[in-house]
């Protein structure tokens, strides 16, 4: 089993940043990605990134650019920086694993982008 926390969620104005962290525990061991999705009302739920054990990444096409993925040194911790947000960015968040077994979520943490 993995159990993921998010944090970092917030209200923030057009063009600002904010990052989001992720910390897994259990069997960390056993998960080989690591990412973050988001779902805003009404609609389905999206990739955000996604990083690998092995570091490779991957972008959701409408955050290319403004979103970075990182790990943190002790790997079972995964960040998303976010530069340039606008007001579509507004979802909530979740983090996600994955291992060969299963597939986990967090809870999720509220991103607002609004004036």
């Known amino acids: 089993q993995v159990q993921l926390v998010e944090s970092g969620g917030a209200l923030v104005q057009p063009g600002g940043s904010l990052r989001l962290s992720c910390a897994a525990s259990?069997?960390?061991?056993?998960?080989?990605?690591m990412g973050w999705y988001r779902q805003a009302p009404g609609k389905q739920r999206e990739l955000v990134a996604a990083?690998?054990?092995?570091?490779?990444?991957n972008y959701g096409d409408s955050v290319k650019g403004r979103f970075t993925i990182s790990r943190g040194n002790a790997k079972n911790t995964v960040y998303l920086r976010m530069n340039s947000l606008k007001p579509d960015d507004t979802a909530v968040y979740y983090c996600?694993?994955?291992?060969?077994?299963?597939?986990?979520w967090g809870q999720g943490t509220q991103v607002t982008v609004s004036s």
């Open positions: 259990g069997s960390i061991e056993s998960i080989y990605a």
């Open positions: 996600n694993a994955d291992t060969i077994t299963d597939n986990y």
């Open positions: 990083i690998t054990s092995s570091g490779r990444i």
